[in-house]
């Protein structure tokens, strides 16, 4: 299990940027796979984003290509999420999660550690 903290949501206008940031508590990152959850209420949770431990690989919803970047820094045990060109649709709860192994994965189940969240508000 590793901890995970969440950070950066906020309320922003149609048409910005957001970067989220998700630090987790082990000393050793590696070899966790990040991901990137959100949820709107009613909704089941869904995926977004995730990221090898080398960053090799990543994989983005088709709602969020070509606007949404994931990243790491693992000296930093820190994983980002650039999002560009904000939607009042990607208004959610955004949720940072761990695989406790390397290789891509999009599934909730795939991913034994999760945070608690950080609110994204998009107006339009």
């Known amino acids: 299990q590793v901890q995970l903290v969440e950070s950066g949501g906020g309320l922003v206008q149609a048409g910005d940027s957001l970067r989220v940031s998700c630090a987790a508590s082990r000393r050793t990152f590696s070899p966790y796979t990040m991901g990137w959850f959100r949820q709107t209420p009613g909704k089941e949770r869904e995926f977004v984003a995730a990221?090898?431990?080398?960053?090799?690989?990543?994989s983005n919803a088709d709602s969020v290509k070509g606007r949404f970047t994931i990243s790491r820094e693992n000296a930093k045990n820190t994983v980002y999420l650039q999002m560009n060109s904000l939607k009042p649709e990607d208004t959610a709860v955004y949720y940072c999660?761990?695989?406790?192994?390397?290789?891509?994965?999009?599934?909730?189940?795939?991913?034994?550690?999760w945070g608690q969240g950080t609110q994204v508000t998009v107006s339009s």
């Open positions: 999660a761990a695989r406790l192994e390397n290789g891509i994965a999009k599934r909730e189940e795939d991913f034994g550690s």
């Open positions: 990221i090898t431990w080398f960053g090799d690989i990543t």
